[in-house]
């Protein structure tokens, strides 16, 4: 199989964990006797930087003309710090989920046993779980008009929905569930948001469709509790996008670190892969970032995009394997774990590497 593959680092840590990203789809290509062809491109601060555009238009155009797109992480402090910067990192990462259409956001919540410790959650609470998120990507609060009076004093974001943009990111879902649990839970704030009352009727229309699959609704302040009083409860989970954005990251914690949790951003045409951690600026540059997430993202890229399931089963396998065998970055280790088991970024895809044979 022979494919073009963009690799965006972006910023912080983006510039470790895809480089592991990239030589675990390089070992692949060996072994499985594909073609993997690779171009970079930059987005976010970085690009920022040199051209004062977060997505340059020769970035968008590679984009658009690779098969699949690894991504790092985007962000700096600097812009944190300064909350009326005009032109921000993320701006990119809006502007290429909407050029490409990426409507749809997939982040499994893959819970490795011997990682069971290293989340705040009690182990007998976390056993079992298995999530997938469809958090929407291209519509609601972020998307919606933004406003800000001139004299400072009023600010407002619209939050919007399109029925056929509910429709298109539940369906997808509803597929996913039938290949799973059979189990879906709509998420929303019906009670009080008009959009989530479109979002629930919609899906409530489509449920329909889908007898064999058990559709369940759920506020987003009950659904946060619930993920972390009982995550085994939930199978597919079906919500927008400022709600998706955090609870996925609150479920981050059932999987022990945002530094392995991976997600994938697809719609009709290319499909983008990145860990769901930021660019954490305060390790960058000091090989403590955990690759795992990245190289989870590969695995998605191979089975979404490329239909590569074998392969995207070995580079899963081979992280289990590597956490198996006791070696840790720093996010993932506890106080049991030995100091000699306990691993930098480099070290860390070395291992991952030498488990894909």
Known sequence: MKKNILVIPGDGIGQEVT?????????????????????????????????????????????KASDAILFGAIGHIKYDNDPTAKVRPEQGLLKIRKELGLYANLRPILLFDELLDASSLKPEILKGTDILFFRELTGDVYFGEKKRSEDNNFASDLMNYNRYEVERIARKAFEAARTRGKKLCSVDKANVLETSRLWREVVQELAKEYSDVETEHMFIDN????????PKKFDVVLTANLFGDILTDEASQIAGSMGMLASASIGDGTGFFEPIHGSAHDIAGQ???????????????????????????????????????????????????????????????EKVLAFIN
């Open 19 to 63: 480089t592991w990203g990239k030589k675990v789809l390089e070992k692949i290509a060996e072994k499985y006797n594909h073609e993997f062809a690779f171009d970079e491109a930059i987005m976010g601060h970085a690009a920022i930087e040199v051209t004062g555009n977060p997505l340059p238009d020769e970035t968008l155009e590679k984009a």
């Open 223 to 230: 659904a946060a509790m619930q993920l972390v009083k009982n």
């Open 287 to 349: 090989n403590k970032a955990n690759p795992l997430a990245s190289i989870l993202s590969v695995a998605l890229m191979l089975d979404i995009s490329f239909g590569l399931q074998e392969e995207a089963k070995t580079v899963t396998t081979a992280v289990a394997d590597t956490l198996k065998a006791g070696w840790r970055t720093g996010d993932i280790a506890n106080a049991q774990t030995p100091a000699d088991k306990i691993l930098g970024t480099v070290e860390m895809g």
